[in-house]
């Protein structure tokens, strides 16, 4: 072995030398009520290799010294469980661990529940998909319910952040819930860009020029990632199977009927030559509980 090496390891861990001191043995000697036992002869020299965590750790067992609980500490529930009543409320933790972690700890209260959490638009963070099956249960679906985060909160939706499920659930459900989508994912759940909780929300942006709807969008931090080019036959029902034609620039002159985000910090706008029907615009207003076009 190198010398060199075997001089700075020594200084990391020296040789264990003759063992307990007189004072210690005898100090060791009066707890374990002992007859005084003769001081240890010298070990002979180990073969050090250059790593200290192990005989560090072993030293501490060794001397009967407790191991911090943090070495083998468990690492954080993915959900917060508690009991209320007579239901079991849900808390989402850790919105981007594997499903399996989910259905693992809703299993261990008796719920043979399947619960994923996917990108969502804005509005329906947190809120439960619309087409989550519940394919096998005695309790009707809407007995399964979202709670809301407390404090503040600006969407007419609600900002729900877990389930709540009566305890008395049998048979088994299958439940998407919406989370906010990471830099870059597209979103699995989305919605119209009008709707309560998204950026254009009673914002009148209906058959306004493309190049104002991108100064608007630009307001509120987003950029246009494509436009679909829709006729009056999308909105007036007679539109066929094919789909629109997307492009990702357009004459800023034509007019917007519609859109809805992708993605984080992305918009994709619907275009068309030719202006909605007011009486449209008012219907959508009213829908959404707004006012002007």
Not at 31 to 52: F, G, N, Y
Request: aromatic letters at 6%; proline letters at 11%; charged letters at 20%.
């Amino acid at each position: 072995m190198n010398s060199n090496v075997d001089e700075v390891v020594k200084n990391l861990a020296p040789d264990p030398g003759p063992g307990l001191t007189p004072v210690a043995q005898e100090m060791m000697n009066k707890i374990m009520d002992a007859e005084p036992a003769p001081t240890a002869l010298p070990t002979p020299r180990r073969k050090w290799r250059p790593l200290v965590a192990l005989p560090i750790a072993a030293a501490v067992i060794a001397a009967g010294w407790a191991v911090p609980s943090i070495l083998s500490a468990a690492p954080a529930s993915a959900l917060d469980i508690k009991e209320e009543g007579g239901y079991y409320v849900i808390e989402v933790k850790d919105l981007y661990t594997n499903p399996e972690v989910y259905e693992s700890q809703l299993r261990g209260v008796g719920l043979d529940i399947s619960l994923r959490l996917v990108p969502a638009s804005p509005s329906l963070v947190g809120l439960i998909s619309p087409d989550s099956p519940v394919p096998d249960s005695s309790i009707s679906p809407n007995k399964i319910e979202t709670i809301d985060q407390p404090g503040q909160c600006d969407r007419r939706s609600g900002c729900p952040i877990g389930l709540k499920i009566p305890k008395d659930f049998t048979g088994s459900a299958e439940v998407t819930l919406g989370r906010e989508g990471r830099p870059g994912e597209e979103y699995q759940i989305i919605t119209g860009i009008d709707t309560p909780g998204e950026p254009l929300h009673c914002v009148p942006f209906y058959n306004k020029p493309a190049g104002e709807v991108r100064a608007l969008l630009k307001d509120r931090g987003l950029d246009i990632q494509e436009f679909s080019i829709v006729g009056p036959e999308w909105w007036g029902g007679t539109a066929g199977d094919e789909e629109p034609e997307t492009n990702a620039s357009v004459p800023d002159s034509m007019h917007v009927i519609g859109g809805f985000l992708p993605m984080t910090g992305k918009a994709t706008l619907q275009v068309s030559d030719e202006e909605l029907p007011a009486e449209t615009v008012r219907t959508m207003n009213e829908k959404y509980g707004c006012q002007g076009g």
